[in-house]
């Protein structure tokens, strides 16, 4: 394995070149040897080699120019410096381009050569390495965004009086928040957001499982009666005891609504999440009432249903706690604030996306989800 690594060595001392290669070659390596910066430039750039070994102080190029001229083509060519003690100021320049190791001449002792190679072609090993898992990684991200994309509801719904509009905003490729929507049956519409704690695939896999179960629960509801899916604190508590028995070291908060149309009743839970749904009437926001534990860290956690009956028209805003990280402004009221801003809306989603800057707020600590739950509107 040894005997495949070729070394490009550049000094202008004929003795150390001799010595240092015929160590090297009886150490299994195969060496060539350039006196000169220019030397080294072409042999690098028609035969790059696997390790070079540079001075500082080389004819024609310098081992410096030598080195950026390298840089420029391979960030992560293994480059290892030989240099007298003299030349500090170089050594920083050098350690600025990243050469992975520096000897200090005269060289005494030709195994600390090979020590400074080991250590280099070890770094060189593990920087492949993190390069592969990164990119395995990536692929699983992009696979994971494909299968989420896939799941989350169409952003925009109208249908009669009703209309939802949503959007989610990941930190990264996969988002812990959800949004989902669906019509029960004639009567009944269903509409919720979830916040799975932490990010990425972990946070994406219960996200999916939540779908399913609601979906599942839905479909108990019309082929059987199951009525946990129309009794929201049912349908939270009988989540809460999927997640946890799932043993995924996850939990999640949640805004859950059934809206009964014949009887224009909004019943909902609040699962742990913050902030509360905001109610629109009249073009005037009030923060929704309701509280309780996230759903997931037990199974015998108990939640509430709220009920209240809204005028037509009237609209109902979800957000995830993301929405805090781009907040700006001195404030110690956040559902004050909320509202403050809200009222520079008028209370349609571009508005509140354009007020709120939700898809153009660099540098974000968490993911944003926004749903807005329309009814009675013309428009």
């Known amino acids: 394995m040894a005997a495949k690594i070729q070394i490009l060595l550049a000094d202008h001392e004929l003795m150390l070149r001799e010595s240092v290669a015929a160590y090297l070659e009886d150490s299994g390596y195969i060496v060539h040897c350039v006196d000169d910066g220019e030397a080294a430039l072409e042999f690098y750039t028609n035969t790059p080699p696997d390790i070079i070994i540079t001075e500082l102080d080389l004819p024609k190029l310098s081992g410096l120019e030598l080195m950026k001229k390298v840089r420029l083509v391979d960030q992560d060519m293994p480059l290892i410096v030989c240099t007298a003690v003299s030349n500090e100021h170089d050594i920083i320049h050098a350690l600025r381009l990243g050469i992975y190791e520096y000897i200090i001449k005269p060289i005494n002792d030709l195994s600390l050569i090979d020590q400074a190679l080991q250590k280099a072609l070890e770094k060189k090993r593990l920087k492949i390495e993190n390069e592969k898992i990164r990119q395995t990684l990536l692929e699983d991200q992009e696979a994971g965004k494909s299968v989420q994309e896939k799941i989350l509801p169409d952003s925009l719904y109208q249908k009669g009086d009703i209309k939802i509009e949503h959007h989610v905003e990941p930190m990264i490729y996969l988002s812990g928040d959800f949004i989902d929507y669906f019509e029960l049956d004639d009567d009944r519409f269903v509409f919720y957001l979830a916040d799975v704690s932490g990010h990425g695939a972990a946070a994406a896999f219960v996200t999916v499982l939540i ?169």
């Open 211 to 379: 779908k399913m179960f609601i979906r599942e629960l839905a479909a108990k509801y019309r082929s059987d009666g199951d009525e946990r899916i129309i009794v929201p604190h049912l349908m939270v508590r009988s989540l809460a005891q999927e997640i946890y028995s799932e043993k995924l070291g996850k939990y999640c908060t949640m805004l859950y609504f059934v809206y009964n149309k014949r009887l224009g009743e909004l019943h909902y839970c609040v699962a742990g999440h913050y902030p509360n749904p905001i109610l629109i009437q009249n073009n005037q926001p009030k923060v929704l009432p309701g509280r309780g534990f996230p759903v997931g860290i037990s199974a015998s956690m108990s939640y509430k249903t709220e009920i209240i009956e809204p005028q037509s028209p009237f609209r109902v805003v979800l957000f995830s706690d993301g929405i805090f990280e781009i907040l700006t402004g001195d404030f110690e009221n956040k559902d004050h604030r909320l509202l403050e801003l809200l009222g520079q809306s008028d209370y349609s989603f571009e508005s509140i996306n354009k007020v709120f800057k939700i898809t153009t707020t660099p540098n974000r600590l968490d993911d944003i989800a926004t749903l807005i739950f329309s009814q009675g509107f013309t428009s």
